[in-house]
């Protein structure tokens, strides 16, 4: 690693120190305050990254995002960064209601959970990490994967999210497949994000018209555990957030029935982009042909 990169990396740590002692202390309203006077900085000064986000969703959308629609976009970025690290201060009554009290196709997450157990696919729309924290609150224990970037940074999210209730594994943990499977079959929901293929082996999909690769392993887990595959796409609204399920899915036999949910996921996600285009916050080549 250059001295560069070590840099940059101690002040990323300082920052997520100070933000994750500070933001807990605030308020939902003040944090959505700050976001947004980050978010609109950030619009202003540019950087790859974000304009990497706005080529990503002008293929779902089929034309470039105005420049409100840009600037939308980075303050839901800028939201969601200061919501995940304020969090955890933040109570099981708070957490409720910073979510639609009646989200679109919960109860068929209910059923699933009650019966053959349930595997949810998420993009990275809006806040996964404060829908991880809403079910929590709600009755939904929550099973995931995280990337395992250091050790104490991944020690650190463990520790965070296990006082939310959710149980983390990580992505390299060899052991993390059997570990979902025990989840689910012990009533737990398992939270995956299923739109960034991390390891050049993912699905091959249709994405709003254009080749890109998803991961297998919500499909998978769903079919070893036999439990239903079930999207769910949340976005922001002015006060707070609303979650939406799509339909149960049943993983078929073979790479085939794995293809086949992973392209029904894939449909869902688009689906909901379009009708958010500025939540969704994948800022890395998507696109195959990227």
């Known amino acids: 690693m250059s001295s560069q ?9 300082a ?14 309203g003040s944090v959505r305050g700050w976001s947004g006077l980050l978010g609109t900085v950030a619009s202003a000064i540019g950087t790859e990254h974000i304009d990497q986000g706005h080529r990503n969703v002008a293929k779902v959308i089929g034309r470039m995002p105005s420049e409100l629609e840009r600037a ?10 200061m919501e995940t690290l304020a ?10 209601a910073l979510v639609d009290a009646e989200p679109e196709g919960l109860a068929r997450l209910r059923a699933a959970q009650a019966g053959i157990g349930a595997v949810v696919a998420l993009p990275h729309m809006a806040n996964w990490d404060l829908a991880g924290a809403w079910a929590c609150a709600s009755g939904l224990p929550v099973t995931t994967v995280a990337e395992h970037l250091g ?10 999210r296990g006082r939310l ?3 983390v594994f990580a992505h390299d943990d060899p052991g993390a497949v059997a570990g979902m499977i025990a989840a689910v079959r012990s009533g737990r929901v398992v939270c995956l994000m299923a739109d960034r293929d991390m390891t050049g082996a993912g699905l ?3 994405f709003g018209g254009h080749p890109a690769r998803l991961p297998a392993g919500p499909a998978l887990v769903a079919r070893r555990s036999g439990a239903a595959l079930i999207p769910m796409v949340p976005h922001y609204t002015s006060t707070g957030m609303a979650l939406m399920f799509g339909q149960s899915l049943h993983p078929g036999p073979g790479r085939a029935g794995l293809q086949e949910a992973t392209q029904q996921v894939a449909d ?18 998507f696109f195959e042909n990227d």
């Not at 050790?151 to 965070?160: I, M, P, T």
């Not at 869902?268 to 080549?285: A, E, G």
Request: charged share 30%; hydrophobic share 45%; glycine share 6%.
């Open 87 to 96: 969090v955890p201060g933040w109570d099981a009554r708070t957490l409720r």
């Open 5 to 13: 990169e070590e840099f940059r990396d101690a002040v990323n740590r």
């Open 151 to 160: 050790e104490r940074e991944f020690a650190a999210y463990v520790k965070l």
């Open 268 to 285: 869902f996600f688009v689906s909901q982009i379009r009708r958010h285009p500025s939540d969704w916050q994948v800022m890395q080549p």
């Open 72 to 81: 939308a976009s980075v303050r839901s970025w800028a939201r969601m960064f």
């Open 204 to 206: 091959r999909v249709d």
């Open 165 to 167: 209730g959710m149980e």
């Open 15 to 28: 920052l997520f120190r100070l933000g994750g002692s500070v933001l807990p202390r605030l308020s939902p």
